[in-house]
């Protein structure tokens, strides 16, 4: 069995992670689904102090105080971001790096770098929230984001999303053992939509994987096909089992 730390994107949290998980502990998987510090459930801790760092330390803690090893580190959206800042940091615990529908950085980038299409979009919904500048996407334009079209699935998700401080998406990533992340196995799960829109110059790394799927759905892939994506999962495991 596998233990898996799934990290969210941008205005998520753990929660998004309810279906996916289910599935995974059902299965035997260990499965830890951490809410970044300002997001979800901790969105009352929301301060101008937050940054990537702090998200990266978010998830480096988490392994280090469940003492966690051989972790299948995954990470949605924004979430490529953290861990690959957690792989950097934490490098001894995390066996593989999958990435959802994510961004996928390289030492001194940031999320506006790697995805400015869409920070240029977050940016027209720019608030200043308790001193705190963050996004926060109107309602109406959850479908287009996340692509999460079910009324029920919306019904259940729109209420959970909350503001993003914008200071997580412009401060650079900073590796210091890159080329050491670069040969953790990794698998990409990308979703065709999004797929039609990433800079074509940055499509590439989306494609540069040890296992490499793709689901026909929107950005929030967890939600819309979680039996999907463990599928997927499972078969990472049986293909990494196989390679001995």
Known sequence: MATFVLVHGGSHGGWCYQRLARILRAEGHEVHCPTLTGCGDRRHLLSPAINLDTHIEDVASLLFHEDLHDVYLAGHSYGGMVITGVA??????????????????HDGESLADVAPGMMDYAFQ????????????????????????????????????????????????????????????????????????????????????????????????????????????????????????
């Open 88 to 105: 950097d940091r934490a490098l001894e615990r995390v066996r593989h790096l999958v990435f959802l529908d994510a961004s996928h950085p």
């Open 125 to 244: 919904h720019m608030k200043l929230r308790d001193g705190v500048e963050v996004i926060e996407l109107p309602e109406e334009h959850t479908p287009n984001s996340y692509g999460i079209v079910d009324p029920a699935d919306r019904a259940w998700a729109q209420p959970r999303l909350s503001p993003h401080p914008w200071a997580c998406f412009t401060q650079k990533l900073r590796l210091t053992r890159e080329a050491e992340v670069r040969k953790l196995p990794r698998t990409s799960i990308n979703c065709t939509q999004t797929l039609r829109i990433r800079p074509k110059d940055l499509l590439h790394r989306t494609l540069e994987a040890d296992h490499l799927f793709e689901i026909d759905t929107g950005h929030d892939l967890m939600v819309t096909e979680p039996r999907q994506v463990a599928d997927m999962l499972r078969e990472v495991l049986r293909r990494e089992a196989a390679k001995g």
